[in-house]
């Protein structure tokens, strides 16, 4: 059964630092890109990063650069994204996406920001 799963969300104060994880079935993960977006309540889901199979190419959302490190475990079928300054904008559901044809989404992980 292809899946993502996505982990490591929760409640965290302002300036802390969360890791993402996202493990996905080897057939929507293997050869491609991966990615993690985000919606708030009331919001369109936006782009957070995303990372090319090799790793060699990274793209981030504008509000999200110099704070969030995308990355990817190619043996163990897993992407992580390393949050850290989080700010309370940051609170929102984090989705995990696999590139592979019109795309396939995780379930989401709840992340709150908040003292």
């Known amino acids: 059964q292809v899946q993502l799963v996505e982990s490591g969300g929760g409640l965290v104060q302002p300036g802390g630092s969360l890791r993402l994880s996202c493990v996905a079935s080897?057939?929507?993960?293997?050869?491609?890109?991966m990615g993690w977006y985000r919606q708030a309540p009331g919001k369109q889901r936006e782009l957070v990063a995303t990372?090319?199979?090799?790793?060699?190419?990274?793209n981030y959302g504008d509000s999200v650069k110099g704070r969030f490190t995308i990355s990817r475990a190619n043996a163990e079928n897993t992407v992580y994204l390393q949050m850290n300054n989080l700010k309370p904008e940051d609170t929102a559901v984090y989705y995990c996406?696999?590139?592979?044809?019109?795309?396939?989404w995780g379930q989401g992980t709840q992340v709150t920001v908040s003292s």
């Open positions: 080897e057939t929507i993960f293997k050869f491609y890109a």
């Open positions: 990372v090319t199979y090799t790793g060699a190419t990274t």
């Open positions: 996406k696999s590139f592979k044809g019109p795309g396939t």
